[in-house]
């Protein structure tokens, strides 16, 4: 009878425990409703982006957001909501940006940020893609002759504080024997007026941003030049939480998509036409075969409206920074697998 006693004792702690857990974890994040879900009962996708970055994510002169990251938060809200207008971009500096995913302020994270072991491992953020690939480089007065990295001993260098430059720099500048003085500044339209005011020598950050800074903010674009090197590897991807499998796959899967959609040959002009088109490949792609759609939680036609809105991954770039844009920057590391570029598409089916 002890014996029994006792083992119904020890039953009802251990029930008691499993209770508590389950009511600790109802009040965890983890345990809260998809991200899919809310977005959906919300109406729009809140995107964290820069606070106006010529190419990735900037506000036009009518105040319309346009960019790369800017179109693919739109193909998210193609996807999940069929329209791509319902996004709400939220303007985060380098310092806000993880606090305002952890926090849910956002949902998605598109914003020029370095993929690296710590930024998954410590912030609870787990990146989706490469949408750009990137590296850091060197803005120069042309007045001031420089013509490559290794003439800048002794130059005051100018970058903005939170970002990976600050110690990229200082692990390139240990290795070269290169002496340099930093100005670091929070704000990143401050250290745009410090360089172009003359605070300092060089400014330093992703070379895509020194093409976007040097073409939209530069009163004079000639006077500055970009030196060719390139110090380190930043692959640009966008960044949602952990923990939420569900809208880490939509999001995934729609980059996944607008490669997808140029390697296919889709494109906003011709998506429609392709409906009938007998391919597999395409009628899958399309939602015309159902079941991609399904195992997303979407509707089957989630890739048709990403291209007809959006357009696919090489449309998305010419237009935000390629040849026909102000920046001008080649597709490079950026250009499909087929191209000598690195983008290559995960299989749809």
């Known amino acids: 009878m002890a014996l029994k006693f006792q083992c119904r004792q020890k039953l009802r702690s251990l029930l008691g425990a499993c209770l508590a857990l389950g009511a600790w974890c109802a009040g965890t994040p983890a345990a809260t409703a998809s991200t899919l879900d809310i977005v959906r009962e ?22 319309r957001w346009q960019g790369l990251d ?5 193909a998210v809200a193609a996807a999940v909501l069929g329209d791509a207008e319902r996004i709400r971009p939220v303007p985060l500096s380098s310092q806000q940006r993880f606090t305002a995913l952890q926090s ?10 370095t993929v690296t072991l710590t930024r998954e491992t410590a912030t609870g953020a787990l990146y989706i893609g490469i949408i750009f690939y990137d590296g850091q480089g060197f803005l120069t007065h042309k007045e001031d ?10 130059a005051t260098i100018c970058m903005q504080t939170g970002t990976s430059n600050e110690n990229t720099l200082a692990d390139w500048a240990r290795a070269k024997g290169i002496r340099y003085r930093p100005v670091v500044i929070e704000q990143f339209g401050e250290v745009v007026k410090a360089f172009a005011a003359g605070r300092c020598d060089v400014f330093s950050t992703d070379a895509s941003g020194l093409a976007s800074i040097r073409a939209s903010r530069m009163q004079d674009p000639d006077a500055y030049v970009l030196l060719p ?21 939509v999001v995934k899967w729609t980059f996944q ?3 997808n959609a140029e390697d296919l040959g889709l494109g906003q002009a011709n998506v429609q036409a392709h409906l009938d088109n007998p391919d597999p490949n395409v009628q899958r792609f399309l939602g015309k075969i159902p079941g991609l759609g399904r195992s997303l939680g979407l509707s089957d036609d989630w890739a048709y409206q990403i291209v007809r809105q959006v357009g696919n991954y090489g449309e998305s770039f010419e237009r935000n920074l390629g040849k026909g844009s102000p920046l001008g920057i ?18 749809m089916r």
């Open 42 to 63: 919300r109406g729009y996708v809140q995107c964290g982006v820069t606070t106006g970055f010529a190419g990735f994510s900037a506000p036009d002169a009518q105040g």
């Open 70 to 74: 800017i179109d693919f938060c739109r």
């Open 104 to 113: 849910g302020e956002i949902d998605v994270l598109a914003r020029n940020t």
């Open 145 to 154: 002759g420089v013509r490559k990295a290794e003439d800048l001993d002794g």
């Open 229 to 249: 090197e390139q110090i380190s590897r930043e692959p640009l991807g966008p960044f949602v939480r952990q923990g939420d499998d569900a809208w880490f796959n």
């Open 257 to 259: 998509a607008m490669l």
């Open 330 to 347: 080649e597709r490079g590391l950026n250009a499909l697998w087929r191209d000598g570029g690195l983008m290559y598409p995960l299989p």
